[in-house]
């Protein structure tokens, strides 16, 4: 129940609806948001009907009700925030035009920097309801791309591009990519780089690779693959597990007793002269279920002791790979909707989105994270869909928001 005191603000909106609200400001509590707000020079100067924090939990809010109107999703964060901070009264509501004019003033920096504030790994080492969250003494992530479609305007059009199709024609849609690093027990979206379509996967991955860590086993699909990239991800002291392609020469050096070897990888033919290469341990391996065998599958990785990681198990850590197919699929199919196009106009205001439903995204799956725990559950067996329905149809009861709110 309510503390005493507490009265709801008046409005249309069932508390139910309001709040979801809570869900994010246990995640993003507001001083946080102020915080980072401040710290990108978007303070307001002056008092404004849409202050600066109310528009970012906007931002993140139009991920999760994502079939809203501006009209509906700001009356939803504006009375979920009024309950949250005990106010008599919710935001007094603005219109469409009104709203994307704050959108424009808060900017997209806010979002992303509170993004990269908050997004870290949940998976505690040794607990038992980390499951899948860590492998041989390390946290298993996984590097991977998508791309969203954006609204078809001049300026998104001119900033994203989009792919071609047959005949020399282009898609109906330009198109932003996103390149994200996930961890693959949780699915959480720990780190991502957004930009345009142009920008190859590997390109937009590299700070990423910058920005892995000792402590952590890295799993990369093929397209990844590069003698630069794989040397700029090893320098962040992170291991790395990364399929590679068939052709790529992997001599054996030193033949391992389960069945892999030690070899070499080089930046070019130059460098193998002079054998100033990488030493990689290789793991080759097919997969036999019953239909035709499927590889072989080549993986190069940082782990060259046999005793540390046996190939067999390493290749089946490998597999987990797709969990990261999974937090992409969540956040594109069932969080913003299936073939739905960002809403957007500009490229500042995609972008702000796009982090805004990142942040959407980490904060159901921390939700997710923290219910599979209590009850002793594997992450992996909670539902992504009834998580994100609870998400937006909350119980009001006490302690739904964080008690920290003003």
């Known amino acids: 129940m309510p503390r005493s005191g507490w009265r709801k603000p008046e409005s249309d909106s069932r508390l139910s609806d309001a709040v979801s609200v809570g869900v994010l400001t246990r995640v993003f509590p507001p001083e946080v948001v102020d915080e980072v707000i401040a710290g990108c020079g978007r303070t307001e100067q002056r008092h404004r009907s849409l202050p600066a924090r109310t528009v970012a939990y906007f931002a993140i809010g139009m991920a999760l009700h994502a079939d809203g109107s501006y009209e509906d999703v700001l009356a939803l964060i504006s009375d979920g925030l009024a309950w949250a901070a005990r106010g ?58 998508t791309c969203l479609d954006v609204a078809d305007t001049p300026s998104n059009d001119a900033h994203f591009g989009r792919p071609g199709v047959m005949k020399g024609e282009r898609s109906a849609f330009p198109q932003a990519r996103v390149v994200a690093v996930a961890e693959c027990g949780s699915h959480a979206v720990i780190d991502a780089a957004c930009g345009p379509y142009a920008v190859s996967e590997t390109a937009a991955a590299g700070e990423l690779l910058d920005r892995l860590g000792p402590g952590m086993l890295c799993l990369a699909d093929r397209g990844f693959y590069s003698y630069a990239a794989w040397d700029r991800a090893q320098a962040s002291g992170a291991d790395l597990c990364w399929r590679v392609q068939a052709s790529l020469r992997l001599p ?136 994100l329905r609870v998400s937006r149809r909350s119980i009001a009861q006490q302690g739904a928001f964080s008690p920290s709110a003003p």
Not at 115 to 143: H, N, T
Not at 300 to 329: C, H, K, N
Request: with cysteine; charged share 30%; proline share 7%.
């Open 88 to 145: 008599e009264e919710p935001v007094r509501l603005a219109g469409k035009g009104a709203i994307t004019h704050a959108r424009k003033r808060l900017g997209a920096e806010p979002l992303e920097q509170l993004f990269r504030r908050v997004a870290v790994p949940l998976g505690e080492p040794g607990s038992p309801g980390s499951p899948g969250c860590f492998f041989a003494g390390r946290r298993l992530v996984a590097i991977d791309g």
């Open 252 to 387: 054996v050096l030193e033949p391992l007793e389960d069945g892999s070897w030690i070899s070499e990888v080089f930046d070019s033919k130059n460098d193998r002269k002079r054998e100033n290469g990488a030493r990689v341990r290789v793991i080759e391996y097919a997969i036999e279920d019953g239909r035709e065998p499927a590889g072989p599958y080549r993986l190069v990785t940082t782990i060259t002791d046999p005793g540390d990681a046996p190939a067999a198990e390493l290749a089946a850590a490998y597999a987990q790979r797709w969990e990261i197919e999974t937090a992409f699929d969540e956040l594109k199919t069932h969080q913003r909707g299936p073939r739905k196009v960002l809403r957007s106009g500009t490229p500042e205001l995609v972008l702000q989105e796009i982090w805004g439903h990142l942040c959407c995204h980490y904060a159901i799956r921390a939700l997710m994270f923290d219910a599979a725990t209590h009850a002793g559950r594997d992450p992996d067996r909670v539902s992504f869909v009834a998580a």
